[in-house]
């Protein structure tokens, strides 16, 4: 039966990892958050017996301590006050001679149970026990290094009647190289983190410093890395221990805090992962009354922002925020993860879907994470995910600095590839050309982004609603609701003080812009009815985001380029840019229009390409169904849009633009038809004459109508006999006050209808004015080009 093994930790303090058998001085973890954290830390490869006598197996060379240190090693005899002083003795040895220990065999007392008899030995004593009953049923991941080679240097001390501890045996060669003096602070038993160097990694870890930050400031301060005394890992377990005794604390805090505002409200919605005995240790979530509230208005695109628990904030903390009818960020929820897993992550997902009524996402956009991929493929199945592009850029800049360095124009070309393709076939061959032009097509990291292309790249998004105004520009909701609140030196007893002013933050600025948009009126660029439309309609800071697309319609060209009956698509493109056309298919009929950009998909507004088409096409307002609500004034309200008595006149508009344009449509079809022969000419020109008519006589039956309070007056036939009989009753008295003001009202109703029937027929004329301004540009275009053309064949 093997020995009882114990870990040999004198001298480490808090900062030695305590790693599960304490043998693997060269198996080296670099990341403390991963399940390798306690493994013994980075340093140079211990040196090797160049003729492979010395390791594998006990009968190779035997290595000796040389010089002075013969005089400091023990001896059989040699007597201490404790078996710590022994260990410690033991342990300072073998740092002079260059090995680490560990504590092997222990002797008890038959009489009461006490230590009588304690074996230390070299490191690399023994071999490893290969447990096939604890590795038969799982794949080790990560194997670690062989390191124990059967080495029989050792030290055994028993206690003395007299309390004391007297060396009974030792033994001094080793099988294996040792390690010189610049290494030794490599070996795990060595690795001491002091005192003051404690309070130096307290001060400055305080102050924001990463463990790679201070291990540079300690070697410059102690002149060397040997100096230090310790690794990185040392630094980055002891920084990391340091964080969850202090979370450990904070976390109680929290819940007291989260248990109060539940309390004071019972909409506060609170959740802790498994039992609230050990919450310290478990995943917190909670959403107050207005986040729960804002999903409800604004929740079909979501940010989960893990930002917050990377190294520049120390924080577990991350934030759902989503963007709000100002574009600004606005809050569905917050989450502490003391514990990251797959399993984590689903219970967050699911407790924060509960809280906001089960309804999910849209779209949401999260850190480039495989753990949190997984976790929302299972519990948001529908919703589209997306990858922060802004996280890939900063992450590409670490994965490739040394092509950013080597080549300054990579970033510029990087941001023009993700950015800037209009199609899929587009950004495949600008990909590849980036690639082979840097001569990345084998970078890992790079390949890896690439297979995840659908998952940030925006041309493979913009069919899904994100509520961001422009693709290349970052939104204003990514990473930003809490900036300016949390920072590097915030820690969880400072948090609460500063979430509740973000939110007061948050709330006055959304009131500001409330207040600016209801109290104040834009300025109006164009005479379009469909400017004052949305000017009235949406928030101001959408409105002049509407604006700019309006007013970017005045260098557009719609052409039509194919009709197939009810679907027309229109060639959109600038003036003598066609290269770079737009197309827009447009539903007459319906009202609805589609563009290759899917700028409404993407962000809920109209693009100018659709809106040239609109110009085009005579649509003199915007259609209710291009009209989201969440950008609107009303997006708070519960009042529906299309019920507004302010949307009578639109809807006015809207029915005779549809009356207009699909008699267009078909008088444009008989027009095409009855062109190609004189015989259907003539026989168009009767039909239009009879037509003609026939509108005359529907016309004159239909009578005239009126919108009066809302509400559509009859026919002048009913008018003239309801005048005729008011006329019998009064032949000759006087209007009483009451018919005076009911008649002035018919009059200023029947005047407001007159100017509206005009600024349609304004709105009509200068549409057909326009139509008539593109014609002759276009046939003066194609006379310069036979000109040129003939002057260029002479």
């Keep these: 039966m093997d020995p009882e093994v114990l870990e040999f930790d004198i001298g480490l303090g808090g900062g030695g990892s305590s790693g599960r058998d304490g043998d693997d001085d060269a198996n080296i973890g670099l990341d403390v958050d991963e399940d390798m954290a306690d493994s013994p830390a980075p340093c140079l490869l211990l040196a090797s017996n160049s003729n492979g006598g010395g390791f594998g197996n006990g009968s190779g060379e035997i290595y000796l301590p040389e010089g002075d240190l013969l005089d400091l090693e023990p001896y059989e005899g040699m007597e201490f006050e404790s078996e710590e002083a022994a260990k410690a003795f033991y342990n300072s040895y073998a740092r002079r001679v260059g090995f680490s220990t560990r504590v092997s065999s222990s002797r008890r007392s038959r009489r009461d149970g006490a230590i009588i008899q304690r074996q230390f030995v070299c490191a690399k004593e023994g071999f490893r026990n290969l447990n096939e009953k604890r590795t038969k049923d799982r794949e080790i991941k990560r194997p670690r290094t062989i390191t124990?080679?059967?080495?029989?240097?050792?030290?055994?001390?028993?206690?003395?009647?007299?309390?004391?501890?007297?060396?009974?045996?030792?033994?001094?060669?080793?099988?294996?190289?040792?390690?010189?003096?610049?290494?030794?602070?490599?070996?795990?038993?060595?690795?001491?983190?002091?005192?003051?160097?404690?309070?130096?990694?307290d001060t400055l870890q305080a102050a924001g410093m990463g463990p790679r930050r201070i291990m540079s400031a300690l070697i410059k301060e102690y002149g060397g890395i040997s100096k230090v005394g310790f690794t990185e890992v040392d630094c980055r377990n002891y920084m990391r221990n340091n964080r969850q005794r202090s979370l450990e604390g904070d976390i109680q805090l929290l819940l007291d805090y989260l248990r109060q505002m539940q309390a004071e409200n019972p909409n506060f919605f609170f959740a802790v992962q498994g039992d609230e005995d050990q919450a310290l240790t478990s995943n917190v979530f909670w959403a107050d009354p207005k986040s729960r509230m804002n999903y409800t208005y604004f929740g079909d695109t979501v940010t989960f922002d893990t930002t917050y628990r990377s190294n520049r904030y120390r924080l577990p903390f991350a934030p759902f925020t989503g963007v709000n009818h100002h574009g600004q960020p606005v809050l569905f929820g917050c989450a502490f993860l003391i514990n990251e897993s797959e399993a984590s992550f689903i219970w967050l997902f699911k407790t924060w879907l509960m809280a906001m009524s089960g309804l999910p996402p849209v779209s949401i956009t999260t850190d480039h994470d495989a753990v949190i991929r997984s976790a929302i493929t299972q519990v948001f199945p529908e919703t589209r995910h997306r990858f922060c592009k802004w996280h890939i850029f900063k992450k590409c800049q670490e994965k490739l600095s040394h092509v950013f360095l080597a080549h300054p124009t990579f970033e510029a070309d990087f941001h023009k590839c993700v950015n800037l393709p209009e199609s899929v076939e587009e950004f495949e061959s600008c990909w590849l050309s980036l690639v082979d032009r840097y001569e990345l097509r084998d970078h890992e990291w790079l390949q890896m982004m690439y297979n995840d292309r659908r998952h940030w790249i925006p041309v493979y998004l913009r069919d899904t609603f994100f509520a961001e105004m422009s693709i290349t520009q970052r939104s204003d909701s990514m990473n930003s609701y809490f900036d300016g609140f949390v920072n590097a030196s915030t820690n969880l007893n400072q948090f609460f003080k500063l979430y509740e002013k973000a939110l007061e933050s948050r709330n006055e600025k959304e009131v500001k812009a409330d207040y600016d948009t209801m109290n104040t009126s834009p300025a109006l660029k164009t005479p379009s009815p469909m400017e004052k439309q949305a000017s009235e309609l949406y928030t101001r800071k959408l409105f002049m985001r509407f604006q700019e697309e309006l007013v970017g319609t005045l260098t557009f060209m719609a052409s039509k380029s194919d009709d197939d009956d009810d679907i027309i698509t229109y060639q959109v493109a600038k003036f003598g840019e066609d290269h770079k056309s737009y197309y827009v298919k447009f539903n007459v009929l319906e009202m609805k229009a589609t563009c290759s950009c899917q700028m409404f998909e993407f962000s809920g507004l109209l693009c100018r390409h659709v809106l040239a088409v609109f110009r085009v096409t005579n649509v003199l307002t915007l259609p209710s169904h291009y009209i989201l609500k969440r950008w609107t004034k009303n997006a708070r309200s519960s009042v529906i849009l299309e019920e507004r008595s302010s949307d009578l006149y639109t809807n006015y508009l809207e029915s005779h633009t549809v009356r207009y344009n699909t008699l267009r449509h078909e008088a444009f079809k008989l027009v095409d038809e009855g062109s190609k022969s004189l015989g259907a000419c003539n026989a168009s020109i009767d039909a239009l004459q009879q037509a003609a008519k026939r509108v005359a006589l529907a016309t004159k039956n239909d009578g005239r109508t009126t919108l009066v309070n809302g509400r559509i007056r009859g026919d002048s036939a009913r008018d003239a006999s309801r005048a005729n009989t008011l006329n019998q009753k009064l032949p000759c008295q006087p209007l009483s006050e009451d018919d005076k003001d009911k008649k002035i009202r018919e009059l200023t109703n029947e005047l407001e209808y007159a100017s509206k029937k005009c600024e349609v027929y304004r709105s009509n004329l200068l549409s057909v004015l326009k139509d008539i301004e593109d014609h002759k540009l276009q046939l003066s275009i194609k006379v310069q080009n036979i000109k040129i053309s003939m002057k260029d064949g002479q």
């Design 148 to 201: 124990r080679v059967g080495c029989k240097a050792s030290l055994s001390v028993k206690v003395q009647d007299s309390g004391k501890w007297v060396v009974s045996g030792f033994v001094r060669e080793h099988n294996h190289e040792l390690v010189p003096p610049d290494q030794v602070h490599c070996l795990r038993s060595h690795r001491q983190i002091s005192g003051p160097a404690k309070t130096l990694i």
